[in-house]
């Protein structure tokens, strides 16, 4: 004791200052990350004011709603404040250790052995990690969007670092790892297009048609609840294709991300409905082979029914002069001697 308590005191009093100095260098950068985060995310105060540098660079405006630029901004902060968390530390658990003295060469070159295999063995792990976080810097999904990840579809359940979570249309949930997408299509960011075919019978007025159409889709565009999901009137693009008894027409309109599918079905039963009240045929009806020799047929009874009925085929012995007719005559009786003398005188 007499000989080592002052080094004890002394190392003492470095470890402690060690630890001090971590917390407190740790509690500033988790502070300054903080900051920075919320800075990122706060949108400009004007449309005409220009942004600074790092100032909505994770606001997205137009896009994301404020409280969907929250989640994401708890979720980076909370990335870079476990790294910050794990290097500091990290460092300060290992300079702690070289202050009591301890040799740290075998204890690095362990580590360093043990990083590389780790590394190699979890590569995946690590793409699914890093990929996870641009997803979410980058805002390119998040809950309750509708995606398309190339081999899954469906609405997103869980947005993790490694893993995504997607409920399918079947009910399923889809597992996906996130070093593992190549590619998103975010049904429910900015805006959808609805588009919708309408058939309509060859003869009809087009212009008639088409008037028909813009004025029960600006009556659908008044109701509730189409009023807040149609962004844009819709527009008849023209014809988008003609057959021998009908013709298509097409129209579009801008509505909320989402929501195509639920404007396109409302607008076809309220055109079904208009078609009727205005007499308009989807389908021109043309007669087969089938049903034109039935027709005449028909037609034929109408007119002749007791020739058609009693018809045959014919007969050679409707000629009287004919040899066939002349063959079936009957033989005369022979003649008697008394025929000429005239009539017998009884006695």
């Known amino acids: 004791m007499d000989a080592h308590w002052q080094d004890w005191v002394a190392g003492g009093i470095r470890i402690v200052f060690i630890v001090v100095l971590a917390l407190v260098l740790r509690a500033m ?4 990350i903080t900051q920075l985060i919320g800075r990122m995310t706060k949108p400009a105060e004007s449309e005409d004011a220009e942004p600074s540098r790092l100032g909505g660079l994770l606001a997205n405006s137009g896009v994301v709603n404020p409280e969907r630029r929250r989640q994401r901004s708890e979720a ?40 590389v295999a780790i590394g190699f063995g979890a590569r995946n792990l690590v793409t699914d990690f890093l990929s996870g976080v641009f997803m979410i810097m980058e805002d390119q999904y998040g809950v309750g969007d509708e995606i398309d990840t190339g081999v899954a579809t469906g609405t997103v359940l869980e ?34 297009t609805a588009s919708v075919d309408v058939q309509v019978g060859y003869k009809e007025d087009l212009v008639r048609v088409e008037a ?17 999901l149609i962004w844009a009137p819709f527009s008849v693009l023209g014809v ?26 409302g607008l076809r039963q309220r055109l ?9 045929k989807l389908k021109e009806e043309i007669p087969t082979a089938a049903a034109a020799a039935a027709t005449a047929v028909a037609a034929a009874a109408v007119v002749a029914p007791v020739l058609v009925a009693d018809a045959g085929p014919p007969s050679a012995l409707a000629d009287p002069t004919s040899p066939r007719s002349l063959a079936a005559a009957p033989i005369p009786a022979p003649a008697r001697a008394g025929d000429d003398a005239g009539p017998l005188k009884s006695t």
Do not use: C
């Not at 947005?159 to 249309?169: D, E, N």
């Not at 029960?216 to 189409?226: F, G, H, Q, R, V």
């Open 29 to 32: 950068v988790r502070k300054l």
């Open 76 to 115: 980076i902060g909370s990335v870079l404040r476990s790294v910050a968390s794990f290097s500091i530390l990290g460092t300060a658990a290992l300079m702690v250790l070289s202050a009591l003295g301890m040799n740290l060469a075998p204890l690095l070159a362990s580590a360093g052995v043990a990083g």
């Open 159 to 192: 947005v993790g670092l490694r893993v995504t979570k997607l409920r399918g249309a079947n009910g399923e949930i889809w597992y996906i790892r996130n070093g593992e997408v190549k590619r998103i299509a975010n049904m429910s960011q900015g805006w959808s």
């Open 212 to 228: 028909l159409i813009l004025e029960t889709a600006e009556a659908l565009s008044k109701e509730s609840p189409y009023d807040e």
């Open 240 to 265: 988008e294709s003609v057959a021998a008894d009908s013709v298509v027409l097409r129209l579009e309109a801008r509505t909320a991300p989402g929501k195509s599918a639920l404007v396109g079905r």
């Open 272 to 280: 079904k409905a208009a078609f009727d009240l205005a007499g308009i």
